[in-house]
């Protein structure tokens, strides 16, 4: 696509974003029902939400990358990248958020039947379905390939049994993606990454209250969960093959530290100048703390800006997200170590209208997850050790 | 433009590695020169081959006999400098001064310009004014003497300024010490009477002049730009150097890290190689994080720089900040890790330790620059 068709593209997106997403979706994002997150049982906080949503999936914006069969607008990269640019603009609201997008999509354009995109990428893109990631066992994290749910084959279903941890939002989920281990023998070739409804008998979910007071996760049960093998011609239960779901896990795991790392731009912001208006004098030992930050958060975007640019040309090292990662990770617990910091006892209001309900203190102890969630900064570190420096036996 | 090289620059990285790694090796010419204790701190004859390659007029017009290339083509070169420690006069004479010379008349650079791009001659800049670098603050004084200049004070930290055929030196005009305008550039030549080097080997073998200029007479035309207004042009030096530094010292962090992963790789301890030992693998893959980051930025800035961003200014600062505590943390990790044997002589590792020193000082060190970053975003 020439410039000028890109600038024609530009042009035509940004009066189709003026005419359909309403003032209301332009406004930052304060609490969690105002993300719109689709499924069996989405209700839609306001019409301005509705209206933006479904402008959104009829255009195929939900997903504006994927392709016209499935949901998606069919854009090129370019083309989205534009879009992208274009909603930052305006601050237009995410239409639709879910791990459908994020994480199971990305792994069925990539290892799916035909039969499985049409229906699963099409549920996804119209926001019909909400997806939840069945990975972490309790005595499985870090060392993710001993896991133990299993699933016995009963000839045309299996029958699965085993527990999930920190699974996000499984009580509102109406799927699970999830690593079920279906050959005891094999550590690594003895896992499936099977598709399932969360209504089938037996499944159980348990909420997880965390130190930030809120509970984006669950512990998931599964008690004799009878998993059909096949959901009709060319859909069967299981992404890839039978016992090869680790090279799914593993493949989605680089797209989870992708998404985590902030390397798009959501973790590259800078902090010192909104700091010091929002709090007046600040101490000149602290300030320079800051200023350390917004170089290393400056510098970083320039990383995350330089890893995407190359990854769409194949440029970046197959391991790289694993430091980017690492990385985006730490620097965003120290922006928000930095944020408390310079808020004062402000900052450490749990509930007052002035704090949003505590956003401060609250978005604090979530970044402690980061560097946890999705591989933790340790095995980042272990897997640049291995994979992009070659030292033995990492 | 997409934060990677395209091919024009990948073959220039490949032909300025292999030609930096060969001609310019740490045996060829920093030990060479060093251990006969070379007054210029550099080879002539490497200099004669920058200028083969054309690397002498890197940033120079077409029109005036250079490549017309941008700053991440001259970074390109510098990373492959610091990589091998190459001592040259690149980075003061055809980064600085050549900057400098862009803003000149046409005399100017008909005078000066043809024996830089020959590499018969190199040039140096005087900026500093005592041991911390501050530009902001210019005391170096040039009075209205007849048709011209009478030029007195002191610089310091003159790179290669002993070696200089001649020298641009920022001074005052007008105005006081701390003014941002009144301040003019001129190209003295070596023999001017009334400037007197004393000159001094620093830690990483490079030398370096503390010049004074004793009521040095100097011809209207010496100089550069207009009179008063060399801050602009001195701003562009400052930026195109503290870029071109940025990249030499990616360089450096790059080649004290390969030996030292190297190292991790090799050397056996308690039987088994220490590159599997958890502790040791963590702080080099951290250190190849942060090497990474800092290569990015230093491409970015050069990148600003080319397009002529409003923004190049702070991401220069940015750049030569984080590039500074990134080059500072591979070589001290690279001597710790190396263990007894880094703090031989008779090891490169320690070279890098003396060069990364040097090039922190060079245009402002980290604290300088992350201060600098902070008044930018007005904090």
């Not at chain 1, 941890?165 to 003895?190: E, M, P």
């Not at chain 1, 089938?200 to 130190?211: D, Q």
């Not at chain 2, 043809?114 to 004084?141: F, N, Q």
């Not at chain 2, 009521?215 to 730009?225: K, T």
Request: proline share 3%; aromatic share 8%; charged share 25%.
């Amino acid at each position: 696509m020439s410039d000028s068709d890109l600038e024609a593209f530009r042009a035509e997106t940004r009066a189709w974003l003026e005419a359909n997403c309403p003032p209301e979706m332009r406004e930052p994002v304060r609490d969690e029902d105002d993300i719109y997150w689709g499924g069996r049982n989405a209700t839609f906080k306001s019409d301005a939400q509705k209206a933006w949503f479904e402008a959104c999936r009829d255009k195929g914006y939900t997903v504006p990358a994927w392709p016209r069969d499935y949901g998606g607008a069919g854009l090129s990269p370019a083309q989205a990248k534009v879009l992208r640019e274009e909603m930052a603009a305006i601050n237009a609201r995410p239409p639709l958020s879910s791990f459908g997008i994020w994480m199971l999509g990305p792994a069925l354009l990539h290892f799916g039947t035909e039969g499985q995109k049409q229906r699963f990428l099409n549920e996804i893109a119209r926001g019909e379905i909400r997806w939840c990631q069945g990975y972490s066992e309790p005595g499985s994290g870090s060392d993710l390939v001993s896991l133990q749910t299993f699933g016995e084959d009963k000839g045309d279903h299996w029958v699965v049994n085993g527990q999930k941890i920190w699974t996000s939002y499984a009580d509102k989920a109406d799927w699970i993606f999830c690593l079920v281990r279906t050959d005891k023998d094999n550590k690594y070739q003895g896992i499936t990454f099977m598709l399932y409804d969360m209504a089938s008998a037996g499944v159980s979910t348990k909420p997880i209250l965390l130190i930030s007071g809120n509970s984006p996760f669950c512990e998931t049960f599964f008690d004799d969960v009878k998993v059909p093998k096949s959901y009709g011609e060319d859909v069967p239960a299981q992404v890839g093959e039978v016992n090869r779901g680790w090279d799914v896990a593993k493949y989605l795991l680089g797209h989870e530290r992708e998404m985590i790392s902030g390397a798009d731009g959501g973790n590259t912001g800078t902090i010192g100048a909104a700091l010091a208006r929002a709090n007046g004098a600040i101490d000149p030992v602290l300030r320079a703390e800051l200023a350390q930050f917004d170089v290393d958060a400056l510098a970083y975007g320039a990383m995350g800006e330089k890893f995407l640019d190359e990854i769409k040309v194949g440029k970046a090292h197959p391991a790289q997200p694993n430091m980017m990662k690492y990385a985006g990770t730490e620097l965003n617990k120290r922006r928000h170590e930095l944020m408390m910091a310079a808020g004062g006892s402000h900052a450490l209001e749990w509930e007052s209208e002035e704090t949003s309900g505590g956003k401060p203190s609250r978005n604090w102890l979530r970044t402690k997850a980061n560097s946890i969630e999705g591989g933790t900064s340790e095995v980042m570190l272990n897997v640049i050790s291995k994979r992009i420096l070659d030292l033995p036996g990492a | 433009m997409p934060l990677y090289y395209d091919d024009d620059q990948t073959m220039l990285a490949d032909t300025a590695g292999q030609f930096m790694a060969e001609e310019g090796s740490i045996k060829n010419q920093l030990r060479h020169w060093r251990d006969r204790d070379c007054k210029d701190g550099f080879g002539h004859g490497l200099w004669q081959q920058f200028a083969e390659m054309g690397f002498t007029g890197i940033l120079v017009d077409e029109d005036d006999g250079g490549l017309g290339m941008g700053q991440v083509e001259a970074n390109i070169v510098l990373e492959e400098i610091g990589r091998n420690l190459t001592p040259s006069p690149f980075l003061s004479s055809s980064v600085l001064a050549a900057t400098a010379l862009k803003h000149g008349s046409n005399d100017v650079k008909g005078r000066w310009l043809p024996s830089l791009l020959s590499g018969e001659k190199v040039y140096g800049v005087a900026i500093d004014e005592g041991r911390k670098h501050r530009p902001e603050t210019i005391g170096c004084k040039a009075e209205k003497s007849g048709n011209g200049f009478k030029l007195s004070g002191k610089k310091d930290f003159v790179i290669y300024g002993a070696s200089s055929e001649m020298i641009v030196v920022a001074a005052r005009t007008s105005g006081s010490d701390s003014d941002r305008d009144g301040v003019t550039l001129f190209a003295v030549p070596q023999d001017a009477a009334g400037m007197s080097h004393d000159s001094v080997r620093l830690v990483d073998s490079s030398m370096a002049s503390h010049i004074t200029f004793d009521g040095v007479e100097l011809d209207g035309d010496a100089v550069i730009g207009e009179v008063d207004g060399g801050r602009e042009v001195l701003d562009a030096m400052l930026v195109a150097g503290r870029v071109g530094s940025a990249a030499e010292g990616v360089g450096v962090a790059r080649g004290a890290m390969d030996m030292t992963v190297d190292y991790l790789r090799q050397r056996k301890q308690f039987g088994k190689v220490i590159g599997e030992f958890q502790a040791l693998q963590h702080r080099a893959s951290h250190l190849y994080s942060e090497v990474e980051i800092a290569r990015a930025v230093t491409i970015k800035a050069a990148q600003l720089v080319d397009g002529g961003s409003e923004k190049a200014d702070l991401m220069a600062s940015v750049a030569k900040a984080k590039v500074a505590k990134v080059a500072g943390l591979a070589v001290r990790e690279g001597v710790q890790m190396h263990g007894g044997i880094g703090m031989t002589d008779e090891y490169d590792i320690g070279l890098y330790m003396k060069r990364d020193r040097a090039l922190q000082e060079f245009l402002g060190d980290q604290y300088y620059h992350t201060g600098r970053v902070a008044e930018l975003s007005g904090y």
